[in-house]
């Protein structure tokens, strides 16, 4: 039996968080307090009732809760506060790697730069990861120390009040055709986040593409992802959530994307929009992800709520995943917005589709074999047996069953 305790023992990621949808909400509310920011409601009651709610109704009203956690995450502080109890609340649930994402642009103005603040966010993560290495569990008992990595997300498309950064560039590319601002805004990211890497050292493992897809291409930021590849940089993208098959096949080949984040509309052949054969382009595709192992990061809490449509769990597409032995692992993409934790989405999906051992472990080795670790391949290879090693532990002590 796969019981909640031993889901919480074993070694997990989260390959797809986002830093400003994953606050602590008294956190948010302490900050707010503190930077005279306006809130709905002051008490994390009702904030809930509000704002971030157990369900919604639509993708709209699900991202109207990023406007008050964007609007405390201002300065160094905050930002280097939120990270910091990521990380912890991270730890604390068994997950040993994460892969923090965000749009440095929303939190950039003219006191604080992209580089200023993913140095900040680093120094949120890097100090949880140095007082985890020096706990007991780590220490005496083997659990592989806590380590991670960041993600800086480009948007789809942007108005120039989404942020200061993006109120300056709309004024001085104002005759530009808003496709190609939006391709240079990432472009600038993308050069940004290889120098940060480079330079700073900051662990700074990939890049993603975020924000509305239809009408908004990913081919527009083709340029930007160019960059990234040339700079030996791993590649997410937001694709197949709320749009069809053909925008998770334009992001693993236009834009070269190792890993596709949500996926869900994979197995929607009608949503296809192309004179093709439906159907048959579907499976062509979802073949080409599995031979390839393009790892998908699947957020089931978040699906459901985006997407009412979706109905109960159990028709949620992560079942055909499973079936296809795709390589998909599971994430919050949300904690707050959410109402989740990784331990949640691994009980929904066991209980939801009956989980066998051998799937569950699959499912978090994934995590670990396809993340974008922040060292070299053999130090990756190490860290992932450690893990493996440690899981094959916490299994046998629950089941008294060994891994073959």
Known sequence: MITDQLLRELPKTDLHVHLDGSLRLNSLIEMAKERKIELPAYTDAGLKELVFKESYASLVEYLAG???TTAVLQDAESLERAAY????DSINEGVCYIEVRFAPQLHAHDDLSIREVLIAVNRGLARA????????????????RFRYGIIPCALRMFLAGFSAYYQKLCEALSEMPETRRYGIASLELARASVLARDELEIPIVGFDLAGQ??????IDHYDAYKYAHENFMCKTVHAGEAYGPESIFQ????LNADRVGHGYHLFSPELVRSDLDSEKYSEDLADFIAERRITIEVCITSNLQTNP????????????????????????DNRLVSHTTICNEFRLAVDAFD??????????????KRSFFPDDYVNKRAYVRRVIDQYDRVIQRHTGETTP
């Open 355 to 368: 989980m066998t051992l051998d799937q569950l472990r699959n499912t978090i080795i994934y995590g670990f």
């Open 309 to 332: 449509k979706i109905g109960s769990i159990k028709n949620h597409v992560f079942k055909n995943m499973l079936e296809r032995k795709l390589s998909a692992t599971l994430c919050t």
């Open 129 to 144: 990861e140095s007082e985890h290495a020096q706990t007991p569990e780590v220490k005496n008992q083997g659990f592989p």
């Open 251 to 254: 992001a693993i080949t236009s």
């Open 213 to 218: 897809e239809d009408g908004f291409p990913a």
């Open 85 to 88: 109890e990521l990380a912890w």
């Open 66 to 68: 990023f406007a008050y």
